[in-house]
DNA sequence: ATGAGAAATCATAGCGCTCTCATTTGGCCG
DNA sequence: CGGCCAAATGAGAGCGCTATGATTTCTCAT
């Protein structure tokens, strides 16, 4: 490993010029900084991050705490994040938490020390815990509202009325919400938005639930709701929509002609199910870029700015998992 | 911040001891290591890893380069790495190419200064810059062999061996094999795969291709497929496949019944789709697992060990999209 | 007791860089 | 041509930790 004092000596220069060369190039006078450059290229030579982050106390990297990585829906804000950090000139270290609150706020602590922000991926960690971490170092929740912390956040709100309201133009009159976890912020938020778009369209609204967020709770809620009479059904998720699919099929009911099916995050699950399905699309990608660029401006100046949580929009997608309510 | 410093003070012993007391705990007496703790907890110290990374010369952390991140067959990988990794005390940083060579090249780069070792999975780089990259940092590959660097691949030749089987013993005498990426690794590996096992089986087989890993590329070959006569199709990966399921369904053809269908990976698509994908499942948890493993040996003894390339089995997993081949 | 040898602890020089302050250089005006 | 201010460069003290060699403190067998 070739040193600052290396390229200095090579080039007849101060180690502090060797350094402003590559960190603030207009304070060195060209002629310098040209030989400098050429010099280190020459040796091979490329500043220590490490060093640098620790003479500077700062690292040019964030924290991203996810609860699954390998769910389609948290790999696309990863991969949003990941992209808009890089951009910004900074590098991610990724922390799946598998699930386990635990070792959430133990990652959240460890990383902490060598991270200038934390994104925090809606994460499982119980509220008064957050606060704690937030303290100790800049950070941005996703999809998740606590205290008066920054967040971004994309409630499918929106999304889910015009499902609604796509549902009633197609003559449905009554509809399930087949809902997720009962601890989960998202389906608070869609759980409510279900019950008001419903109620504002006049369309009748059978719940059930809690179920986990898989496929097979698609599976089990089949059943019932074909069971219940309704027409069209909202999932928590695309994956359990996919799972009502699945057994829709496996029963023979078709979709859209005898059942209308509904998802929301539109994953690529939903672009590649069959049939297509008609999903609310969460500005995912988004969600991660303004993740980044609040935790980085939190990162610059701390403690500025007004708005702490934002809320993105969402959208119907709509595909071929919905169609006109089949005649009574 | 406190430091290493503060704390000796407050306890009065020596810097030294208080590292020792956190980095090797057992050359220090108990009443003496009891006290240095005592009094860390209470002046809320932790050890600030970058000092360490810089004293030590080693970071504890390893690269990850991938192509994206949103692929549910990378995410499955990156899932897994980062967890062995956290298991066995590294964090990872994560890269996602974004499927860009150039990108790749350079993040490598920049990573190399910043880890201790460098985990590529199957990268878009030209084989010529890989060893570049390895010569400056312990490096594994996933699913690519270069020259006689360490990888861990998973070739799905046991698993497509077994789909010619399975679908010889179903009855069918003609498949297809939608192909990929002509210059993607795994392709070259599961093309060669089908011809062999086919051959042996005396199978006819039909190939289509190449095309990009994508749901449109399958919406496209079905039709080629269909026209071909084979009652059979095997495709480069799951998502393809679902693409074949969606262009089958939509033009009524009924899949298994009349033609049957085998994706490659079996990612999580191939478990929510409808009908479930019959996949070749390629052992992702453990080829990251021990992509992991590999790398820290080398990082821990440089140039140890004798097997250079590990090869992982495959395996199909039948479900509902393939049948008895239809009566001539 | 007592000295040898091991165990525990101390003191401190780095690790490679940045940043502040001091010094030198250059340009320009009276 | 001296003097002054700004621009460019140099010198060196940290950043918080580990690692090495020096020193002190314990064991025991003699």
Known sequence: MVTIAEVAAAAGVSPSTVSRTFATPDLVKQPT??????????????????ARSLAM??????????????????????KAIQARARGKGYTAFLADTDEHESEEVELAEAMVLQVDGLVLVAPRMADEHIPAVAARCPTVLVNRVVGDLRAVT????????QAVEHAAALGHRHCCYVSGPRHSWSNQQRQEAMRSACEDAGMRLTEFGPFEARFDSGVHAADLVRACGATCVVAHNDMVALGLLARFSERGIAVPREISVIGVDDTLLARSSNPLLTSVRLPLSSLGRRAVDLVVDLVMQPGRGAVPVMELDSQLRVRRSTGPAPAA
């Open 33 to 50: 900084r040209e030989r400098v450059l050429a010099v280190g290229e020459r040796l091979g030579y490329a500043p220590n991050p490490i």
């Open 57 to 78: 106390g700062r690292t040019a990297s964030i924290g991203l705490l996810v609860p699954d990585v390998a769910n389609p829906f948290f790999a696309e804000i990863v």
């Open 154 to 161: 994309a409630p499918a709100r929106d999304g889910m009325r």
